[in-house]
């Protein structure tokens, strides 16, 4: 079955970066548009960024445009979050997403796969 393993979170001071992977086992990943979403508590899963199969195409949320960069490796099944600049704001249990489609998707609820998320806290 799909499988999507996020890591690389952490506790990084403001200003700082920190870079995410998700690893996908299971599927053909090349045919798979992957997404970043965040949840931080008492708020809602909120979309970050999300980038096509073949990784050509990708789509930031306006809060961490010019922060964030989204790229995938399709011969480790695995999509990367690079973040910079990074804001107390950014503080969420980050998680990766998949879905088997052509387009990039921005709403959750278009995603059929979640990771199990990993914690980034950003300290003022």
């Known amino acids: 079955q799909v499988q999507l393993v996020e890591s690389g979170g952490g506790l990084v001071q403001a200003g700082g970066s920190l870079r995410l992977a998700c690893a996908a086992s299971?599927?053909?990943?090349?045919?798979?548009?992957m997404g970043w979403f965040r949840q931080a508590p008492g708020k809602e899963r909120e979309f970050v960024g999300t980038?096509?199969?073949?990784?050509?195409?990708?789509y930031y949320a306006d809060s961490v445009k010019g922060r964030f960069t989204i790229s995938r490796d399709n011969a480790k099944n695995t999509v990367y979050l690079q973040m910079s600049s990074l804001r107390p704001e950014d503080t969420a249990v980050y998680y990766c997403?998949?879905?088997?489609?052509?387009?990039?998707?921005?709403?959750?609820?278009?995603?059929?796969?979640w990771g199990q998320g990993t914690q980034v806290t950003v300290s003022s």
């Open positions: 980038i096509n199969g073949g990784g050509s195409n990708t």
């Open positions: 299971g599927l053909t990943f090349s045919t798979y548009v």
């Open positions: 997403a998949a879905e088997r489609t052509y387009w990039v998707l921005l709403d959750s609820r278009e995603y059929d796969y």
